[in-house]
């Protein structure tokens, strides 16, 4: 059970048609995060987990598709600095899908933007969870 002014480890987050789980550690030692929706399911762990501490909370991001001389996806979740007063405490936030454009020849041959980006809004669940 976590006690007044714990930071969380484990977070719980949903959006519509989607699913995101985080943990900063998990039995292994190791960050773990698992995304589904509609038509994916991922799993990622270690150093697959890219974490920057940042003015706006944490950075999460981990890379969903990767297809060479044409375009990856990266999903990047903003977790807000939280100090539990309680077992949880609910926030509001966002996630980002980045698809950056690639080419064999370099990016100088795109046209126009490389990277657009979806935003998802979530609901979250910060706990501190014992491993």
Partial sequence: MAEQ????NSYELTGTDTEITYSTTSFSGQPQLTYR????????S???IRSLDTEIGQQVTVTIE???DLHSITLTVLIPTINLDGVESR???RAIFTTRRSSIGGPRLIK???QS???LALRGVA???DF
Avoid: H, W
């Avoid at 929706?37 to 990622?44: A, G, L, R, V």
């Fill in 37 to 44: 929706d509609q038509k994916d399911q991922c799993s990622f």
């Fill in 66 to 68: 990767q297809i060479p």
């Fill in 91 to 93: 926030f509001r936030t």
């Fill in 112 to 114: 126009g933007a490389l």
């Fill in 117 to 119: 980006y979806r935003v």
């Fill in 127 to 129: 706990r501190n969870v």
């Fill in 46 to 48: 270690g150093a697959e």
């Fill in 5 to 8: 002014g714990n930071t969380p």
